[in-house]
C-alpha cells in the first residue's frame, strides 16, 4: 500500500507484524475543536471532505454529510483512478487544491503540504480547511460526530448521537470496530494461518452476537438509527460482495444471517440512501486494490444481492431514545 516517510512517498508500509495485520493509528485522530464543528455548516466551502466511494471509513462521514443534509455546505472531492502511490486523488489527473494554487496528482501530496515531515499512512476520509490548508481530522469517527454536530442556520436540531446512549454508544462501537469492520481487514491481509483463524473466528462471533441484538430490535439501539447503526452498515453493505470473498471471510454469507440482512436493507432503504451508494466500485476498486489476495485483478461476477425487497423490520420492538 504504501506510505510516507518524513514527507517523502514510500512502497514500504508498517501494516503486518508476526503475520498479523495491524491498523495504525490515524495521525490526525484529535477531537475536533468546539469552533470549527461551530462553522463547518455556515463557512461555505471552507472545509472540505475528501473521501472514496470504496472505502468503508470513507463511507461513515459521506453518509453523515447526506443524513444532516450538509452536501451544499461542506464540498465533497471524491478521490478515485489508479493506486499508483495511494490513492489517486482526482482519476489519475491533477486536482487544483481548494484555498491554494496547488495542484496534485496523489492524495499523500495534499498529507505533505498539511506537514511537509509527515510519516504515515496517507488515507480517507480527510476533513480538510481551505484557509489554513491543514488537514483537520482523517478520523472517520471523528469526522462523523463534528459533521453531526454541525448546525446550518435555521435548521432543525438532529442528532444521530442521542445524549441518552452517551455511554452505551462508544461501547457498541468498540466491540463491532474490533471483532468485525476492522476485523474483515485482519482476515484478509494475514500472512500466517494463526492470525488468520483467530480473525476469522472474532468476525462469526460478532455477526452471532448481532444477530442476537437485532432479533429484538430494527436497530441497535432501539426503533431510532444512530450514528452506530450507520457505521456498521458500511461493513456489512461490503460483506458478500468484498469481504466474504476477497477476505476469506467464508464462514457464512450475511444474507445467511436473517435479522443482520433485513436490518442492512432497511438502513439501504432509507430515503435518499442507495443514491449515494456506488456498489460497482466498491466492488472493483476493492479487489483491484485490497490485499494480495487478487493477484490478477479478476473483479468478480457480483452476487444476486436484492436491496430493494421488503425488510419487514417495522414489527421489531420500537425502543424509542
Not at 479487489?287 to 444481492?305: G, K, R
Amino acid at each position: 500500500m504504501g506510505m510516507l516517510y518524513k514527507g517523502e512517498w514510500t512502497d514500504k508500509d508498517d501494516i503486518i507484524h508476526d503475520g498479523a495485520y495491524i491498523r495504525p493509528d490515524s495521525k490526525y485522530n484529535n477531537k475536533i475543536p468546539t469552533d470549527i464543528i461551530e462553522n463547518m455548516a455556515n463557512s461555505l466551502g471552507r472545509y472540505w471532505l475528501i473521501g472514496s466511494n470504496s472505502c468503508q471509513w470513507s463511507q461513515r462521514p459521506m453518509l453523515m454529510r447526506h443524513l444532516k443534509k450538509l452536501d451544499n455546505h461542506i464540498p465533497l472531492h471524491i478521490a478515485h483512478g489508479p493506486r499508483l502511490e495511494g490513492y489517486a486523488i482526482n482519476g489519475g489527473k491533477t486536482w487544483n487544491i481548494p484555498g491554494s494554487n496547488h495542484t496534485i496528482r496523489h492524495l499523500h501530496q495534499l498529507y505533505t503540504l498539511s506537514n511537509s515531515n509527515y510519516t504515515g499512512r496517507s488515507t480517507v476520509p480527510v476533513l480538510w480547511d481551505s484557509h489554513t490548508q491543514q488537514i483537520i481530522s482523517n478520523e472517520s469517527s471523528q469526522i462523523m460526530l463534528a459533521l453531526d454536530k454541525a448546525q446550518t442556520r435555521g435548521q432543525l436540531p438532529l442528532t444521530y448521537y442521542p445524549p441518552s446512549l452517551n455511554e452505551e454508544m462508544p461501547d457498541m462501537d468498540s466491540w463491532i470496530y474490533n471483532g468485525l469492520s476492522n476485523g474483515v481487514y485482519k482476515a484478509g491481509f494475514a500472512q500466517n494461518q494463526k492470525a488468520y483463524n483467530q480473525a476469522v473466528a472474532l468476525v462469526f462471533n460478532t455477526l452471532d452476537r448481532l444477530e442476537q441484538i437485532l432479533s429484538e430490535r430494527r436497530f441497535l439501539f432501539g426503533n431510532r438509527q444512530t450514528a452506530s447503526d450507520w457505521k456498521l452498515f458500511t461493513t456489512l453493505l461490503r460483506f458478500d460482495l468484498v469481504y466474504y470473498t476477497l477476505h476469506r471471510c467464508t464462514k457464512r454469507r450475511l444474507a445467511d444471517y436473517p435479522n443482520l440482512w433485513a436490518y442492512t436493507r432497511d438502513l439501504y432503504q432509507t430515503p435518499s440512501i442507495a443514491g449515494t451508494i456506488d456498489i460497482s466500485t466498491i466492488v472493483a476498486a476493492s479487489f483491484q486494490n485490497d490485499t494480495a489476495n487478487n493477484p490478477h485483478n479478476i473483479i468478480p461476477v457480483m452476487p444476486d444481492l436484492d436491496w430493494e425487497s421488503p425488510h419487514n423490520r417495522d414489527t421489531l420492538a420500537s425502543n424509542h431514545y
